[in-house]
């Protein structure tokens, strides 16, 4: 109930394309889903967040898009640049029910290749 | 704004030893997190403070592990005794409040031998 699946594991794209990152939820009380963007040896940073209400949430090159009833929710990073290469998880968070404490999913390794 | 500090960056420990981590929030974030990041995964809340106060402390492993957040601000974390698979990166977080937007630190890389 409280997983998050994220896939895929690691995606490889050319420069100036499209990178895609699908995650999937069971528990239907989470109510926050952010993304996280980690470079090695570094604390995860905040890239974009969305909350059940609205279905797409853009900030410049990154998209999130939600569907609630299908219960999924995938960054788009569109004309990936070599320095996007990092690893994104995606987390969920009920306030109601586990009080913030996020759930991440497993982390998908992105190379952006020149 | 400075972020989330965290020390040390790096620690290597023996087995059955035991360590501390630091942890100083972003100012004024009531909120605090501490997670564990094994290589390869996504981070897992190991407990969640209020001000001073335990909020969710679910998945600490309370026979090894403790922390504490004097005074509402710093925080540190202990593993006492140590174990091969503590091997990870200890995270620390803070937001506002909860239910808002959590701001990680760079993490302390521990290494169990």
């Known amino acids: 109930q409280q997983q998050v699946k994220q896939s895929p594991q690691s995606l490889i794209v050319q420069k100036g394309g499209i990178s895609i990152i699908n995650c999937a939820y069971e528990n239907t009380a989470f109510d926050y889903f952010p993304w996280y963007q980690q470079f090695p040896g570094k604390g995860p940073a905040l890239l974009i967040a969305i909350r059940p209400d609205v279905s797409e949430k853009k900030e410049g090159r990154f998209t999130i898009s939600f569907n609630k009833s299908a219960k999924q929710f995938s960054l788009h990073i569109m004309d990936s640049q070599p320095g996007d290469s990092a690893t994104y998880f995606c987390?969920?968070?009920?306030?109601?029910?586990?009080?913030?404490?996020?759930?991440f999913g497993e982390g998908t390794q992105l190379t952006v290749n020149p | 704004e400075a972020g989330v500090a965290q020390s040390p960056r790096y620690k290597i420990i023996e087995k059955r030893q035991s360590v501390a981590f630091w942890c100083n929030p972003i100012?004024?974030?009531?909120?605090l997190y501490w997670y564990q990041q094994i290589l390869g995964q996504g981070p897992k809340l190991l407990i969640q403070?209020?001000?001073?106060?335990?909020?969710?402390d679910s998945q600490l492993p309370k026979d090894r592990f403790s922390a504490e957040r004097l005074k509402g601000v710093d925080s540190t974390l202990k593993i006492q005794p140590a174990k091969l698979e503590d091997s990870a990166v200890y995270l620390c977080?803070?937001?506002?409040?909860?239910?808002?937007?959590?701001?990680f630190g760079p993490g302390t890389r521990l290494t169990v031998t």
């Open positions: 100012s004024g974030h009531a909120t």
């Open positions: 987390a969920a968070s009920s306030e109601e029910t586990s009080g913030s404490r996020l759930t």
């Open positions: 403070f209020q001000n001073n106060g335990v909020v969710d």
């Open positions: 977080a803070s937001s506002l409040g909860r239910g808002r937007e959590q701001y």
